[in-house]
Nanobody, 124 residues
């Protein structure tokens, strides 16, 4: 059974940094593209960042504006998202996603496996 478990969310203040991580079990992620999405109440799930299997290519949403960095450790079956300069607008549940593909995608439908999410709240 494939499981993606996110961790590292919490309550922070504007301008703070936070790293959320996702550990995958039941699956070898070395051939997967991994991604982070987020969803706020009343809004659609939106793409944040993605990284291909080797870690050599990444894709970010425009709103990231060089504040976030996605990384992966295939040996530890882990993908992380380092978030700097957090703003109240970044408040959301952050989801990890995975799929065996050679392409970076910003569309949720491209990913077959999802975690349950971790809440990130940024106070003003």
């Amino acid at each position: 059974q494939v499981q993606l478990v996110e961790s590292g969310g919490g309550l922070v203040q504007t301008g703070d940094s936070l790293t959320v991580s996702c550990v995958v079990t039941g699956r070898n992620i070395s051939r997967d593209t991994m991604a982070w999405f987020r969803q706020s109440p009343g809004k659609k799930r939106e793409f944040v960042a993605a990284i291909i299997m080797t870690g050599s290519n990444t894709l970010y949403a425009e709103f990231v504006k060089d504040r976030f960095t996605i990384s992966r450790d295939n040996a530890k079956s882990t993908v992380s998202l380092r978030m700097n300069g957090l703003e109240p607008e970044d408040t959301a549940v952050y989801y990890c996603a995975a799929d065996e593909t050679f392409r970076l995608s910003r569309y949720p439908s491209a990913y077959s496996y999802w975690g349950q999410g971790t809440q990130v709240t940024v106070s003003s």
